[in-house]
């Protein structure tokens, strides 16, 4: 019986699992935004909240006694990769501080052409957008051909 077994296997082996919730999580980590498949982004909401949670936590700490330092080392455990890690605890987690909770969103895609997978971006909810700012075309020259036409004049007498 499966009673209050909640979590998908995704059809993967224990550790297989392991190595893709973090290869996503530090992918969303470095991204702030990256599509997947819809199960995926369901488990990687749980994995990654609880990594904020504990970098939150260090941070309130802040004490000399080391604490954050092991909340540090608990994220690293999690994630395997110093990079990510130090790009959690000093850009995404004091973002997410006035935040209780829900520090990511899933938004349905659509599905995948090959095989038809439902599809959905998961994204940090305080992500800064940037918005591309759209140059107006100047207004150039026309074409060679009508230039030419227009500098020589038609000579009807």
Do not use: W
């Amino acid at each position: 019986m499966r009673h209050r077994r909640h979590r998908s296997r995704l059809n993967r082996t224990t550790e297989h699992r392991k190595a893709l919730m973090r290869n996503l999580a530090i992918a969303l980590i470095q991204h702030e935004i990256i599509k997947t498949t819809e199960a995926k982004a369901k488990q990687l909401r749980q994995f990654v909240e609880r990594l904020v949670t504990i970098a939150k936590d260090g941070i309130k700490a802040a004490d000399p006694a080391g604490i954050t330092l092991a909340k540090r080392r608990l994220a690293f455990s999690y994630l395997q990769d110093k990079e990510a890690t130090k790009r959690l605890f000093d850009t995404i987690a004091p973002r997410c501080m006035e935040r209780a909770g829900g520090y990511t969103r899933v938004v349905k895609c659509g599905r995948r052409m090959g095989d038809g997978a439902p599809m959905a971006y998961i994204e940090f909810v305080d992500r800064p957008v940037i918005i591309p700012e759209v140059d107006e075309p100047k207004k150039g020259r026309t074409s060679r051909k009508r230039s030419r036409e227009k500098a020589q004049p038609t000579a009807e007498a």
